[in-house]
T-cell receptor, first 112, second 112 residues
Framework: DVKVTQSSRYLVKRTGEKVFLECVQDMDHENMFWYRQDPGLGLRLIYFSYDVKMKEKGDIPEGYSVSREKKERFSLILESASTNQTSMYLC???????????FGSGTQLSVL | GQNIDQPTEMTATEGAIVQINCTYQ??????LFWYQQHAGEAPTFLSY????GLEEKGRFSSFLSRSKGYSYLLLKELQMKDSASYLC?????????????FGTGTRLTVIP
């Protein structure tokens, strides 16, 4: 089975802190994604990557950046966390030919 | 732009049948997905439709009409464990690598 692992299940940070969310997949997938999920808004795409060192903005990239130095790892960075970034963050991956996304178990981030 | 609509909440009785509808308007179309998400957990893949018609998989079936921009997920012989959110998502090939756009989800409550 494909495994997508997110480093933290729950995270509490202070406003202005730099936050790193890590995601690792073990199936050699080319494509990786970061979503945030908020009540009433569903999943919204922040950034995605289709290859090492490649990244594309999603629908809501403001306030975020990403890093993909290795194929299996996709990091989401909040340069200066703000309270409106309190959310559930979900990482996902898929191969070029596989249709479905495989999700990690999510990181619930609270910014105080 | 992309717009995906589905009801916010539904309630159904154990053993019954429930149909969850999804309508979409997207720039392009290359498949519609249904995901199940239990509270506090990651979404898991249920079904994929790219051609018109009904796809059946055990107690779950999914239907697609591309001309109408419409899909539904049919759950038969409902069980208590089917209480979850059901996410409709459309893949739009005009927007990047396997990118999915999600609806806000339908929270289904199964009652005894």
């Amino acid at each position: 089975d494909v495994k997508v692992t997110q480093s933290s299940r729950y995270l509490v940070k202070r406003t202005g802190e730099k936050v790193f969310l890590e995601c690792v997949q073990d199936m050699d997938h080319e494509n990786m994604f970061w979503y945030r999920q908020d009540p009433g808004l569903g999943l919204r795409l922040i950034y995605f990557s289709y290859d090492v060192k490649m990244k594309e903005k999603g629908d809501i990239p403001e306030g975020y950046s990403v890093s993909r130095e290795k194929k299996e790892r996709f990091s989401l960075i909040l340069e200066s966390a703000s309270t409106n970034q309190t959310s559930m963050y979900l990482c996902a991956s898929t191969s070029q030919i596989n249709e479905k996304l495989f999700f990690g178990s999510g990181t619930q981030l609270s910014v105080l | 732009g992309q717009n995906i609509d589905q009801p916010t909440e539904m309630t159904a009785t154990e053993g019954a049948i429930v149909q969850i509808n999804c309508t979409y308007q997207t720039s392009g179309f290359n498949g519609l997905f249904w995901y199940q998400q239990h509270a506090g957990e990651a979404p898991t893949f249920l079904s994929y439709n790219v051609l018109d018609g009904l796809e059946e998989k055990g107690r779950f079936s999914s239907f697609l009409s591309r001309s109408k921009g419409y899909s539904y997920l049919l759950l038969k012989e409902l069980q208590m464990k089917d209480s979850a959110s059901y996410l409709c998502a459309v893949r739009d090939p005009l927007t990047g690598a396997n990118n999915l756009f999600f609806g806000t989800g339908t929270r289904l409550t199964v009652i005894p």
